[in-house]
């Protein structure tokens, strides 16, 4: 009854209203070490707080179950809020505040970038995204990051004073590892990351810091995590922001992104953390989808949603503590909602699909294959078993998605699908394809 109400809810653009005495985001459970996360028996349950997500804009806060929103192409970065050398407009910024406050207490992550023209070591750097010279190192930080860092050190106390209490995490800038980003040296951001360390920690002790965000899948983004580590980067960080995006070069009509890529990704990020000290610090993505849909020719909804299910699988078997999807009301880049028609689409529904079969149940077997066919075990209060399953060898094309038949444990008597739809096994046989399905003994 919970997956379908929740489904028929969101084909009708509703959310649930949730007061704060008795909230989802109240249910948490403690978080674990990713040591821990190795050995599938001591495994938590799926906590509320895995689920996170960025938004554009503020009016239309995702109507799905999440737990925080990542404050990133928002209109609150460094340049927008700092336009000039001690004047600051907290406008947008209390908007998402207040926004966060009204949609049940949700968490927000805030990125700590990028710089203000006036501040700018390059002022006049058109090659940067937002705004000119904002990709570039504050002028009064050397290359070596000597310097006094005073423009980013009055910046990181303002926003932290100014939001005390209401943002607990805190990511030093986005993606450094691309020039239209960032076009400073590891020193200078390691330097950044001190100053933005002791600065927000002796405002608010319990907020924790976060590293610069990076993909891990190429050799560019892993030289820029080893520079970074090599240079006491990790030590000024209490979690790891990787940005786990699979949409692999090369970046044309038909090169399908692949959501197991995702751990090879991972497993790349883990063994550069070994090496500088730094395996036992937990892992967010703080910034993942398919990728920019149209430019890939990704535009299959169904196969939309069985990328975002199988991603999700992935990301909890691989022991990542939160995922952020990128992005809700983004029209380019994993696009869950439509603020002009102001309606989901089938991906936001396998999105609220796949947070009911995991939330608050406990993986108990880490997603594996056999061939082509993938696995992921789940378990519940009163002996609740469950697995997804999926077929990668499948494919979906305007509406009609190809399945086989697969024979099952007899264990499971029943099996939902992304649409939110429950049927009964059949000779314990059911039809597997390229979106997951869920596999389980009995109704929680």
Known sequence: MKTLLSTVLILLGISLVVSSGNSLYAQIAPEVQPSALTQTSTRPPVPTRFFGMSTHIVQDWPALAIYDVRLWDTGTNWADVNPADGVYDWTTLDKWLA???????????????????????????????????????????????SGTDAHWKKFVTAVAKHSAGQIKLWEIWNEPVNLFYWTGTFAQMVRMAQDARTIILSIDPTSRMMTPPNGANRAFAEKWWEGYAALGGLQYADVIAMHGYVNLPPHVCGNYPKASDFVTAVTNLRAILAQYGAATKPIYDTESSWGHAEELCFTDPDLQAAFLAQFYMFHRSEGVRRLYWYAYDDGRTGQLYDPNTRKMNTAAVAYQQVYSWMMGNVMTQSCASAGNIWTCGFSGNNGYLSEVIWDTDETCSQGVCQTTNYPVSSTFTQYRMLDGTTSLIKNHEVPIGAKPILLENHSE
Do not use: E, R
């Open 99 to 145: 926004a966060a406050q009204q949609h049940g207490g949700s968490h927000l992550i805030y990125t700590l970038g990028m710089t203000p023209q006036w501040a700018s070591s390059n002022p006049n750097d058109v090659t940067c995204k937002f705004s000119p010279g904002a990709c570039d190192p504050p002028d009064d930080l050397n290359a070596d990051g």
